[in-house]
């Protein structure tokens, strides 16, 4: 998808500009990991879900948090 590949390989742009634990970028990682699980790449989905909650943790905000590890426990789910 053309979304997928604007944010990949957009990315480190976005971290050099907003920093690398502002909350667009916990956003961004988060909205990828969700990507690539509905993809069925659940090793990828699972680092991109993980480096999300990090920086939701740090910031701290409770409800993408709280998101970040409903969606990372369905990953576990999936990959069983």
């Given at each position: 998808?053309?979304?997928?590949?604007?944010?990949?390989?957009?990315?480190?742009?976005?971290?050099?500009?907003?920093?690398?634990?502002?909350?667009?970028?916990?956003?961004?990682?988060?909205?990828?990991?969700n990507?690539?699980?509905?993809?069925?790449?659940y090793?990828?989905?699972?680092?991109?879900?993980?480096?999300?909650?990090?920086?939701?943790?740090?910031?701290?905000?409770?409800?993408?948090?709280?998101?970040?590890l409903?969606?990372?426990?369905?990953?576990?789910?999936?990959?069983?």
């Open positions: 998808p053309k979304i997928k590949q604007y944010l990949e390989e957009n990315i480190a742009d976005l971290k050099q500009h907003y920093g690398e634990k502002h909350d667009k970028i916990a956003r961004i990682l988060f909205y990828l990991g990507l690539y699980r509905s993809l069925g790449d090793e990828r989905a699972k680092i991109l879900l993980e480096q999300s909650l990090a920086i939701c943790k740090e910031n701290p905000n409770h409800l993408r948090s709280a998101k970040a409903g969606y990372l426990g369905a990953v576990y789910r999936d990959v069983g």
